[in-house]
């Protein structure tokens, strides 16, 4: 018992011997060097290590000490075993004086012979000589005696030659030799369903250790994520700090400057005035009336109407020239007819930074007579814009507006090889796209667009962020932003055509036309222009309109843009947390052509459409780009 219980100690848990060779680990537990090698070296393609015994993680393949203890104590117990083995053997049993291991068994004679009793034994064929065995007795039949030859199948009993002849008389009999060959073949069926189960389950094992370290990577990696975006949080507010912090320094040095000054001029206005309140005192003192009325400082002081005014009240007069001299008579509105407000919003939504409007109003009595009126109107986006830095219309662009709309630079856009239609054409570092008439036979996946679509890999969720597109020799084409969860199939998966994209639209192919619009009547102009200004010359409601092709899409709505897009390229701009998307062409100045306004309910990824031509994706690049 002392020995088997011993034996159980020193087996090891991978081969499941005894150990050949044993090295322990940091953990204290031991295994074969070969058996831990194996196991090392499948861990190596994961590059995760970990114990077979405890499962404890290791960061890198631990070195491996021999256990020389161990050893020793591995060596003493095989010498026991085999001096005892050697002692406990089958011996001849024709030598009685010293134990001579037999190399042959009787089962005739029921006798163990040696080689030199093997000479001597008779050839005879009823002598059947086998392996040494002690257990003769069970080789041959219990009710006659004799050798057990064949096997009964129907009974699955092996028999003698009297037992085929007798009891098992008409049964299926074969050799013991031929029943045994047909065993081991199901045996070795079974053993290869064996071997195959157990692959299964070491793919399995394979398979879910992949997965759980999949998961811990994952677990780092949303950490990193988080802990960098707190990082990224705090370091904004700081700035903010000190922005605002900086803000009401500069504004309140501004305030002391100006009160300062403005508490200086009116000291010296108050030394001033007591000058002459001096004076004027020394003269009411005087007798002499001559004195009194020839002095030359007093001529002006007696008039009531000199300080009627204040320079430093900051007083405005009401006039404005930029009306015409418009004094609101009411002779003045007499057939006086306003422009549609359509008009006017979409001139200056469409860039026209100032628009001058000629009124034409007849006075009823005096009906030949007509009051031309001129209303200046400036747009509202040559002031500041949500966005910092950039005007929209003007004569500038300031160095901020020039630099990007957010922060310092775009953002870093890749795009998706594996998302693109088969008849785009995704260039190697992933910032452009190619419509192609040689199909790319890319795989049908779910992810994939069935239309000339491509999308980004990256998502944005929070933050402000703008990328730019260049756009050439394209037919027909469409910039924007989509979820993920856009259909990639059917006739209404192109961005701009369902509720989970916005986009841009536009092409080489459209044509832009000035026109004349005045109860459903249109009337085209020209084709084109370049200036920002505009004028309408108003007479009973008829207005200048802008005609052109050129959209923004969403949910298949469309809303037309009220001017020509004349460069090749594009400023894209998220502001995530207030829901808005907004367009911008890249002129000089600047140009906005439309704002989106929406709820964003999961990440905006980019995403471009195009039709015989190209657009590729301004900025900077990734270090390696991937597919």
């Known amino acids: 018992m002392a020995s088997a219980s011993l034996e159980d100690e020193l087996l090891c848990s991978i ?22 090698n194996e196991v ?32 020793n104590v591995v060596d003493n117990f095989l010498s026991t075993q085999s001096h005892q083995e050697k002692i406990t053997g089958i011996h001849c049993t024709y030598c009685i004086h010293s ?38 007795e069970n080789r041959k039949c219990s009710v006659h005696k004799k050798i057990l030859e064949y096997y009964c199948t129907e009974d699955a009993a092996c028999i003698c030659v009297y037992c085929s002849a007798g009891e098992h008389r008409g049964h299926q009999v074969e050799m013991l030799n031929e029943a045994s060959e047909k065993k081991k073949k199901k045996l070795r069926n079974v053993l290869q369903e064996l071997i195959t189960k157990r692959k299964m389950t070491e793919e399995r094992v394979q398979s879910l250790e992949d997965h759980w370290r999949k998961s811990q990577e994952k677990a780092a990696g949303e950490e990193n994520r988080i802990t960098a975006l707190f990082i990224d949080i705090r370091r904004r507010v700081d ?146 814009w949500p966005f910092s830095g950039l005007r929209h219309g003007g004569d500038d662009v300031t160095a901020a507006g020039k630099v990007g709309i957010y922060g310092e630079g775009p953002a870093d856009i890749l795009l998706i090889k594996s998302t693109g239609g088969n008849n785009l054409l995704i260039s190697d570092d992933l910032k452009s796209a190619t419509w192609t008439g040689i199909r790319q036979n890319r795989p049908e996946t779910a992810e994939r667009f069935q239309s000339p679509q491509v ?24 910039v924007g932003m989509c979820y993920p969860s856009i259909d990639r199939r059917g006739g209404w998966s192109n961005i701009g055509d369902n509720n989970k994209s916005w986009c841009l639209y536009g092409g080489e192919g459209c044509n832009n036309q000035y026109s004349v619009r005045h109860n459903n009547n249109v009337i085209k102009i020209r084709d084109q222009t370049s200036s920002d200004r505009c004028r309408i010359f108003l007479d009973n409601g008829a207005g200048l309109l802008y005609n052109n092709p050129y959209s923004s899409r ?42 989106f306004t929406a709820a964003f309910t999961e990440p905006l990824h980019a995403a471009l459409c195009v039709y015989d031509g190209s657009i590729k994706i301004s900025g900077r690049r990734s270090e390696e780009p991937s597919s």
């Open 15 to 36: 081969c499941l011997h005894i150990y050949t060779d044993p090295v322990t680990l940091k953990c204290g537990h031991n295994f074969c060097r070969d058996c831990i």
């Open 40 to 71: 090392l070296d499948a861990q190596d393609r994961s590059g995760v290590y970990f114990c077979p015994e405890c499962r404890a993680t290791l960061r890198k393949r631990p070195p491996l000490q021999k256990n020389i203890t161990l050893c």
């Open 99 to 136: 134990p001579v291991p037999a190399v042959r068994s009787c089962l005739h004679c029921e006798a163990s012979l040696c080689d030199n009793h093997l000479k001597l034994h008779s050839k005879g064929p009823e002598h059947a000589l086998i392996d040494p065995s002690t257990s003769l």
């Open 239 to 384: 700035d903010l700090e000190k922005k605002v912090l900086s803000e009401i320094s500069r504004r309140e040095e501004q305030v002391s400057l100006t009160l300062s000054d403005v508490i200086q001029k009116l000291e010296i206005k108050k030394d001033e005035l007591s000058k002459k309140m001096r004076h004027i005192e020394e003269l009411c003192n005087m007798t002499d009336p001559l004195t009194i009325l020839q002095d030359p400082d007093t001529g002006d002081l007696c008039d009531p109407e000199e300080e009627g005014g204040d320079e430093d009240t900051g007083g405005h007069d009401g006039g404005d020239e930029e009306t015409g001299g418009h004094d609101g008579g009411d002779e003045d509105t007499v057939g006086y007819k306003t422009p549609d407000v359509d008009v006017i919003t979409g001139l200056l939504h469409a860039g026209f930074s100032d628009i001058m409007i000629y009124l034409q109003t007849v006075i009823p009595e005096k009906p030949k007579e007509i009051k031309p009126h001129v209303l200046r109107v400036q747009s509202p986006l040559c002031q500041d």
């Open 455 to 478: 999308m980004s890999r990256r998502g944005f969720t929070s933050g402000r962020h703008y990328w730019d597109v260049e756009i050439s020799g394209s037919w027909e084409w469409r």
């Open 554 to 595: 969403h949910n298949g709505n469309r809303i037309q843009l009220p001017q020509r897009i004349c460069s090749h390229g594009v400023r894209i701009c998220l502001d995530y947390e207030a829901g808005q998307l907004s367009f911008y062409e890249l002129c000089d100045p600047i140009r906005h052509l439309h704002t």
